[in-house]
């Protein structure tokens, strides 16, 4: 935990240098869930959750965690991720990340109401990355041929 803050510190502090090089200052930042516009949808047997990406903006693929919570009968399986764009990043390494927007469609097995909380993060091209953010829908999983369900927002 030491070590994620120490990095985050450090992103900080890189991305005001950055920003200063670049020209943009990092109050001209994007507030995070306007950067990354969460959404989800339960259809049949599958949680679907996007994020429409803002333009200078990008999000790890590894960083994204998923929970289903209030429905004891309902799993999550393992999420299906589209192929990213690898990148070399300064403090994380090697990685993929998304641009534009990503979608990512997870198995789940059961029926009805349940809270999905989904943890993701992303960075600016100027150098910043924001801390991980936690967005939440209230998603109903239906047996198929049911019309979906559809819930956005996200909550910090």
Not at 20 to 32: H, M, S, V
Not at 36 to 58: C, H, L, W
Request: with cysteine; aromatic share 10%; hydrophobic share 40%.
């Amino acid at each position: 935990m030491k070590r994620f803050l120490w990095m985050l510190i450090l992103c900080l502090a890189a991305g005001s240098a950055a920003a200063q090089l670049f020209g943009k200052k990092t109050d001209e930042l994007l507030e995070p869930e306007k950067a990354f516009r969460f959404s989800a949808r339960a259809d049949g047997g599958v949680v679907e959750v996007r994020f429409v990406i803002a333009d200078g903006y990008y999000m790890y693929r590894d960083k994204f965690r998923f929970a289903a919570e209030g429905n004891p009968d309902l799993r999550l399986g393992a999420p299906q991720f589209p192929v990213g764009t690898r990148h070399k990043d300064e403090f994380f390494g090697e990685t993929e990340t998304y641009r534009k927007q990503v979608t990512i469609r997870i198995p789940a097995e059961g029926l009805g109401p349940f809270e999905l909380k989904v943890v993701s993060q992303g960075c600016a091209d100027v150098g910043v990355c924001y801390v991980p953010m936690e967005s939440q829908a209230t998603l109903h999983l239906a047996a198929g041929g049911q019309r979906p369900v559809l819930s956005e927002g996200p909550r910090q």
